[in-house]
């Protein structure tokens, strides 16, 4: 079970945390990734963490405003979004795949309901 929190609206250039509570002993077997979803656009990869917690992907999109990071004593992953821009407003969900790494989509097996970031202008 997946389950983010930490989504909301804040304007262009600020941050925000998400968090992403996983089940215990769920960073052993899953490589842990982020996504997010516009508004009439497709789900897309943003950021994960390889299975082993020693690799980390970043979408160009996002590369040196994002970081990926995980709590292996509070079995939670969090995506620290720095520099917000308009541009990365979504729905941005967790997800887990049983792959080492990877940032395809259909590789993901489980998935959290998603927590709204809007950035304003």
Excluded at 11 to 19: K, T, V
Excluded at 54 to 81: E, H, P
Excluded at 107 to 114: A, H, N
């Amino acid at each position: 079970q997946l389950v983010e929190s930490g989504g909301g609206l804040v304007q262009a250039g600020g941050s925000l945390r998400l968090s992403c509570a996983a089940s215990e002993g769920s960073f052993r077997r899953y490589a842990m990734g982020w996504f997010r979803q516009a508004p009439g656009k497709e789900r897309e990869f943003v950021a994960a963490f390889s299975r082993s917690g020693g690799n980390t992907y970043y979408a160009d999109s996002v590369k040196d405003r994002f970081t990926i990071s995980r709590d292996s004593a509070k079995n939670t992953v969090y995506l620290q979004m720095n520099s917000l821009k308009p541009e990365d407003t979504a729905v941005y969900y967790c997800a887990a795949s049983s792959l080492t790494l990877s940032t395809r989509i259909n590789e993901y097996d489980y998935w959290g309901q998603g927590t709204q970031v809007t950035v304003s202008s």
